[in-house]
């Protein structure tokens, strides 16, 4: 499967102009409390599939949601409560309270819908001031976080759901994770891979507390995900995709950064194991995946094939329901010997042995899952 070519496409595929009001960026709110949103029915429990779709090929994300008391899943389901498209290329999503945030990166809208009914709240729309769209949302007790490709991170008022501040980042920021009143954001610099990323080679810090950036902690290069134990946290840094591995960094409570030594394409953290998938390149550019994970503590194997015969076709994604004790792994379907990012995907249910549960049909390009509990 070609996966740097998807990765490349991906990362160029560029918003379709819009006209949207300004938004005031100095506008400092905060919040008023909110209350507890109610406890998720157990018929509501399940893993949101965000299906990005595919751009180029003029194909619109959609969102699968997979019902973990049923056993099935239901596809489509913000068109169908909606009566419209989801957009161009959504990326993930974070729950704040009663509702679910999802970043649509190729029509620049955050999409807010309440996480059991699925009814859109808002749909808020990234002004021009910004030169590009939203990656990835993340959530704390307060605010929604947004990272923009342009090089900002945004701030969203729940309570208004409008955007109240942001901070200036490195170039392309992507994933982010909170931890100890910081968010740490990884910078890409994914548009310039044809020079090499020369700039996007680090993690910035941001204190929430005053919403400025702190600093920069030097990683590797084109680093894209990042995830957290709850002490240290981990980025992940993609490499060039041909001469330079990628590599997952360590980073401590003094921000010290360490090469681990260890590669991966996606990563996930469970009960002190990294569970990692590592697409490796071969010479006529197809790939061979690795299924590793790793005792945390020290970083010494603990599988070095944690889905055994189970392995799914093409990788598109890794997420683990941990109040269920189980891990979830999406894919591209094969044509011809190869990924095909046109036609629809399939998300893996297993147990945390490896064991496979069950297979479910979703929609093109399943790139993220989040567990609604």
Known sequence: MKLRDFLKISMLAMAVPFVFAACDKDNDPTPTPTPEPEPVPTEKKGLFVFNSGNQGASIDGSLSIINFAKGEVENNVFAEKNGRSLGGTPQNGAIFNDNLYIAVYGSRTIEVVNKLTMQSVKQITIPTSYDDGPRYVVADDKYVYASLYSGEVIRINPETNEIDKDVKVGPNPEEMVVLNGFLY????????????????????????????????????????????DGTNVYALSMGDYVAIPSSIYKIDANDQAVNTGKGASWMAIHNGVLYTINSVFNPDWSTTDYYISYKLSDMSVLSDNFLGDNQVDAPAGIAIDAVGGQLFVSSYKMESGYASYTTDGYVNQYDLTGKLIKKYDVGVGPCYMLVLR
């Open 185 to 228: 954001v990884v910078n890409s610099d994914g548009l310039n891979y044809e020079s090499g990323y020369v700039n996007g080679k680090s993690v910035s810090k941001i204190d929430l507390a005053s919403f400025t950036e702190v600093k920069k902690i030097e990683v590797g290069v084109n680093p894209t995900r990042i995830a957290t």
